[in-house]
């Protein structure tokens, strides 16, 4: 399949992984077989990773923290950052890892049920870490826009019924 | 009291479409696939510029022809899209949207008892800005067999001794055809034959799907014969900054520029500066705005099909126009029936001439899922229609 086609799944699934991929295979003019396929084969080759949700808790009567946590590291002889990263990914309350370019090494975000809880998280399993320098830690206080999605704004058809 | 009313602007109808909205707005609940402009914002970069030309104290005039650097940038568009060349200076007119380009250009060249040539279906402004500017308008009805496209024969068959002006437009409103390379080079010499002007409406350039349009100014010996109007609204999603322009030849943009300077002074200043950040910058959104169009064009038409109305596959704008010739309603009877059993809102095809009776426009510039939700309802109102 063309690259141009596996762009447009990707952009369309990116927006609405809910998307009828009845609906989407004649939107891109190709059979829902081919679309399964292909999907499947993004599946595979890890370019599709998965299909969550993207919620405001916020909006809910959960009780959420998320913080960001820049974390400095001495790399390790051989296997660089990938390992540490690893071993951070694999609690339950990191969300994400990124290797940073710039005055830190990784961004983690975290989320917690209280600022008590993620503070305890970072000194108990974080910090405790061997090769891990420091951690400084931000709490976010308000999402206005996640994952291309803007939280706030209700977005409603503007235009009138004008001779166009 | 007299009656102080010019009596040729009481002649001219009120637009069709028009018509048809104020009873939609009384309709409770309705849903529009009606509307004739993008549905996406203008993008953020665009529209900050704006913002910023604003806090720069750009407040003022603009000279009557458009900023500089904006025409400047519409000479560098039109050669980098459709291979004309143009000298900023001389053959760029910056305009209130395309529709002010329209009427300039028409002033500019009409004399009394000149006829001019629409093509049909068409915008609605053609014709009333021909008769208005004193021309006689000559309409050619364009065909559902030939996918709307304007053919040598239907072109010659049109033309007296009293033609001047040629008015078309592709893309199309409402039709959603183009016009190919090859279909432009058989009226081209026509044309040149019979010595016309035409004014190339390509509002609607950068919506083609498959191939890219070619503008008829490109071909060999037109560009002296041809004014082009074009713009932001469509290209750029930009309909409220009212920007648009003409290029054309020397002598006829120089005329369009005196009227359009007593008229209007100038095209809005903060939307020109806009306008520029559009086109050095804008050509990715382009692209985002024709790839997410093509993919509601496909899902639109395979669902007219699954209904069974026949529909020519429109490779240009956002518009499909359907052929409900088969159901023996006329267009406006249709669209009522429509409106009040299932609530959805499409313009009658004879609101753009009568050559678009039996047709209907539905646009497409709306989401995937409200263009599922609508359809939905058409296809009850067409199954309820068949059952009685």
Excluded at chain 1, 61 to 85: N, S, Y
Excluded at chain 1, 93 to 114: A, P, Q, R, W
Excluded at chain 2, 4 to 31: C, L, T
Aim: aromatic share 10%.
């Amino acid at each position: 399949m063309e690259n141009k086609n596996r762009e447009r799944i990707l952009k369309n699934l990116e927006f609405n992984s809910r998307i009828d991929l009845h609906d989407l295979a004649i939107m891109l003019n190709i059979t829902e077989a081919d679309l399964a396929n292909e999907i499947a084969d993004m599946e595979k080759e890890k370019i599709i990773c998965g299909y969550p949700t993207l919620i405001n808790w916020d909006n809910t009567d959960k009780e959420q923290v998320t913080a960001l946590i820049e974390v400095k590291v001495t790399p390790q002889r051989g296997i660089g950052f990938d390992m540490l990263a690893e071993r951070i990914s694999r609690f339950n309350e990191v969300t994400s890892v990124y290797l940073m370019s710039g005055g830190f090494d990784f961004m983690v975000l975290i989320e917690g049920k209280s600022m008590k809880e993620v503070a305890k998280f970072v000194f108990d399993k974080l910090s405790a870490l061997e090769s891990i320098l420091s951690t400084s830690t931000h709490f976010v206080l308000k999402k206005y826009k996640d994952h291309g999605v803007d939280l706030f704004t209700e977005k409603k058809d503007e235009r009138e019924m004008v001779s166009a | 009291m007299r009656d102080f009313v010019n009596k040729e602007i009481k002649k001219i109808k009120p637009s069709g479409i028009r018509k048809f909205f104020d009873i939609a707005k009384e309709i409770d609940g309705a849903i529009s696939l009606g509307v004739g402009e993008p549905d996406f914002d203008t993008p953020w970069h665009i529209r900050e510029e704006g913002i910023y030309s604003l806090e720069r104290g750009k407040t003022y005039y603009t000279s009557n022809a458009g900023l500089k650097d904006l025409r400047i940038e519409i000479c560098n568009f039109m050669n980098r899209k459709y291979n004309i060349s143009y000298e900023w200076n001389k053959n760029i007119l910056v305009t209130v949207g395309g529709s002010e380009a329209i009427d300039m250009a028409l002033r500019a060249m009409i004399d009394p008892g000149d006829e001019v040539i629409i093509t049909t279906p068409c915008y609605v402004s053609y014709e009333p800005c021909a008769t208005l500017a004193g021309g006689i308008v000559k309409t050619i009805p364009l065909k559902n067999e030939n996918e709307f496209r304007l053919t040598k024969a239907e072109l010659e068959n049109a033309i007296t001794p009293k033609s001047k002006i040629l008015i078309m437009c592709f893309p199309n409103n409402p039709t959603g055809a183009i016009m190919e390379k090859k279909d432009l080079e058989e009226i081209k010499d026509v044309i040149i034959k019979h010595d016309l002007v035409v004014i190339s409406d390509e509002i609607y350039s950068e919506l083609t799907f498959g191939k890219n349009h070619i503008s008829i100014a490109s071909l060999p010996g037109m560009k002296e014969r041809t004014i082009v109007i074009n713009g932001f609204s469509k290209t750029y999603s930009m309909t409220g900054w009212r920007l648009g322009y003409a290029c054309g030849p020397e002598n006829i943009i120089f005329q369009m520029t005196k009227i359009h300077q007593f008229a209007i002074m100038c095209a809005p200043t903060n939307s020109q500066y806009a306008g520029v950040e559009a086109l050095k910058n804008g050509d990715d959104d382009i692209i985002y705005m024709r790839d997410a169009y093509n993919e509601r064009r496909r899902f639109v038409l395979k669902r007219l099909e699954e209904m069974g109305i026949p529909c020519f596959e429109p490779k240009g704008a956002f518009y499909v126009f359907p052929d409900i010739r088969g159901f023996g309603l006329s267009s406006e009877e249709f669209c009522l029936r429509l409106l009040k059993e299932e609530k959805v809102v499409v313009v009658p095809g004879n609101a753009f001439g009568e050559s678009g009776e039996g047709f209907i426009r539905i646009s497409y510039a709306y989401s995937i899922d409200d263009l599922k939700n609508a359809l939905a309802r058409v296809e009850n109102f067409i199954n309820n229609y068949l059952a009685k």
